[in-house]
């Protein structure tokens, strides 16, 4: 099924608004803004926020995709050869708002994109993966996009 330009940008008002409310509650819940330090693992799909070198929260993740400052670019993490084929297989998912949207930009591996649609393309993600949330991994050049599934029990 395919959408109208007016439905998709509803559709996205409507993701955007929701990531708005679960970074709210997120930040609220766990004060993640608080910790000094912060970690992911590929291989575990999972992201710790430590204070003193101690984990003191971790999280399930879907990495979503990454953000290029240098060439103003997006890359889904399911195109990431740099990615774990776990991050690449969990990531796949994401590729599905193609057929939900009829918009060819949920299967084009990478593109050109500014910022604020980085942000746009993660509140879709966020939305369709049913996640609590997002994080995104400061890193240089390179920001990278993250899914907060769950918790997990330390």
Request: hydrophobic letters at 35%; one cysteine or more; a negative charge.
């Amino acid at each position: 099924m395919s959408m109208t330009d007016e439905q998709f940008d509803k559709f996205l008002d409507y993701c955007y608004e929701n990531l708005v409310e679960k970074q709210t509650k997120l930040l609220q819940e766990y004060a993640i803004e608080t910790f000094n330090e912060y970690w992911y693992d590929q291989e575990k799909s999972i992201l710790q926020f430590k204070s003193n070198n101690q984990v003191k929260l971790e999280f399930n993740v879907i990495f979503i995709g990454s953000w290029s400052k240098k060439s103003d670019s997006w890359m889904w993490s399911w195109a990431n050869k740099s990615m774990t084929d776990n991050v690449r297989n969990n990531s796949l998912k994401i590729k599905e708002l193609q057929q939900l949207t009829g918009f060819d930009i949920f299967a084009n591996p990478s593109f050109e994109c500014n910022e604020s649609t980085a942000h746009e393309l993660t509140a879709f993600a966020v939305e369709h993966l049913q996640a609590k949330g997002m994080y995104i991994s400061p890193n240089g050049q390179t920001e990278l996009y993250m899914a907060i599934m769950s918790t997990t029990t330390r």
